[in-house]
């Protein structure tokens, strides 16, 4: 398809485990995001690559969260050391041009990590 | 902490009838999308309004943007089965993220 993927889909992990969830933007998308989602709950940021540099990692919520997209297309968010508060839905989103405010994200399914 | 609220967070109705959700934010924002997720999937971009003031209709659905480009609102005429979702406005500020509201919930039931 020509959507965004994720992998796995659905992830449980024993806390203190460490996992890495992926993400395929759509071919030829410069700008790629992530973001957590809680139950219920309304996405928020995680962190924002344009290419392969991340301009953005405000939103991660601790040094045990960590992203990167080398060669400028797929990205990977690593978490070390999960803990229950980490169980979200992690969403990927990329979309085509870089510096237009209104430029469309499409968002991939996402994964649903359960830390037992 | 999530700058835009969004109310009301459930709503449950019959088919056939109307309703409107709310965005709210003391945040000024550059433009204000809105979005439906439904379950195992992510945020589907309906519509994006930019200037204050601006209304756009989408089919049933009719989308206006404060004059102050701080709230929105969202309005569904005649809600169909097919409209159940999770709805959520998102805040445009930089070219770098968006910021999501709380979330709306709708039920239509047939």
């Known amino acids: 398809g020509a959507g965004v993927s994720q992998s796995p889909r659905y992830k449980v992990a024993k806390r203190g485990q460490d996992v890495a969830l992926r993400c395929d933007p759509i071919?030829?998308?410069?700008?790629l995001f992530w973001y957590q989602q809680a139950l219920g709950q309304g996405p928020e940021f995680l962190t924002y690559f344009q290419n392969e540099a991340q301009l953005d990692k405000s939103g991660l919520p601790s040094d045990r969260f960590f992203a990167e997209r080398p060669e400028g297309s797929v990205s990977t968010l690593k978490i070390q050391r999960t803990q229950q508060e980490d169980s979200a839905v992690y969403l990927c989103?990329?979309?085509?041009?870089?510096?237009?405010?209104?430029?469309?994200?499409?968002f991939g399914p996402g994964t649903r990590l359960t830390v037992l | 902490t999530q700058l835009l609220e969004q109310s009301p967070q459930f709503l449950s109705i019959q088919e056939g009838e109307n309703l409107t959700v709310y965005c709210n934010s003391s945040s000024v924002f550059s433009s204000l999308q809105w979005y439906r997720q439904e379950p195992g999937e992510g945020p589907v971009l309906l519509v994006t309004?930019?200037?204050?003031?601006e209304v756009k209709k989408l089919k049933r659905l009719t989308f206006q943007f404060g004059d102050a480009r701080k709230d929105s609102s969202l309005h569904i005429t005649a809600a169909q089965p097919g409209d159940t979702g999770l709805y959520l406005c998102?805040?445009?500020?930089?070219?770098?993220?968006?910021?999501f509201g709380t979330g709306t919930r709708l039920q239509v039931f047939p």
């Open positions: 071919s030829g998308h410069v700008s």
């Open positions: 998102a805040g445009v500020r930089n070219t770098d993220k968006l910021i």
């Open positions: 309004v930019v200037t204050g003031g």
């Open positions: 989103a990329s979309s085509l041009v870089l510096g237009l405010d209104i430029d469309t994200q499409y």
